[in-house]
């Protein structure tokens, strides 16, 4: 029996099993990218550009769906080859020419002896396309599933009394790619209305999270990754201690976020236990004690993710949201 089987064998306390469920999530992310998925995954995304904000306009205004976006020949190299037919997206590709403003054109050695780099000298238009207008082989992906089935009766409602207590409205509404918002302009947290209960459930711990740890309250410096990982320790968390499985969300998504090192999991974990506690404490009065199916949740094999490639889709994006902190 090993260490952690131990510890999950004989009974313990509450914080204990938070703090057994923090761990699992680090865990688990170190598992998933140490594996052939996550470097398939990061060999795609290294042929994929990044692009500027007036090109990311560019294509939303083109293509509001669009997830990932390449050229022609791009897609091609990746397996996939662009369907007969689609419309090209329009972007600004950059113009460059080797040597400074005062010898642009001359390949020559300047006093100092540096090589002259590539000058910006306008733009073209270039076209690109969205992986939804593309056929071809599957791209290797390690993403969030969303969650099915029903969560604990009551806890939606009473994880959203708490997140209300905090001076925040929460809403049910038509919401895509993201699952969740939280918008802290008008103290609004909305959930998607398409989510299972389950998925509903974790969604709205996760804006939660943010609703308790980020905005005006996010410490100095505090980046949209990190805040990002905590929200999900907070969603992973209190949905383990009520029973609920989010491996299959959490995971992944914690392993994007943090760029897969489990330390900067463990780093989250001080701040999101503390919110976890929080949450958990307000709600016990309206949720049943989950007993032995918080226990069933932490002792699932690590990870118990599933990591096959997924096919693309407009409507299963696994991006950040672009408005408030989303997911």
Known sequence: MTERDASLARPVGRDERLAQASERLAEAVGAITTGEDWAAMLRVASRLHRYSASNIFLIALACPEATMVGGYQTWKVLGRHVRAGE?????????????SLTNRGHDRIDPEGDIPGPVLVGFRVAHVFDVSQTDGEPLPDVAPRLLEGRGPAGAFEAVAAHVRQAGFKVERGPLAPANGQTDYRSATVTVADRLSDAAALKTLCHEAGHAILHGPKAPVGLTRSQAEVEAESVAFVVCAELGVAADDYSFAYAAHWSGGDPDVVRKAAERALGAARRILDAIAPATPDPG?????????????????PAAPSRAASASPARSGRGR
């Open 87 to 99: 419309k090209a997206i329009p972007i600004l590709a950059p113009v460059l020419r080797r040597g």
């Open 292 to 308: 032995a199916a918080a226990r069933a949740v932490l002792a699932r094999p690590v990870p118990s993710v599933d990591l096959s």
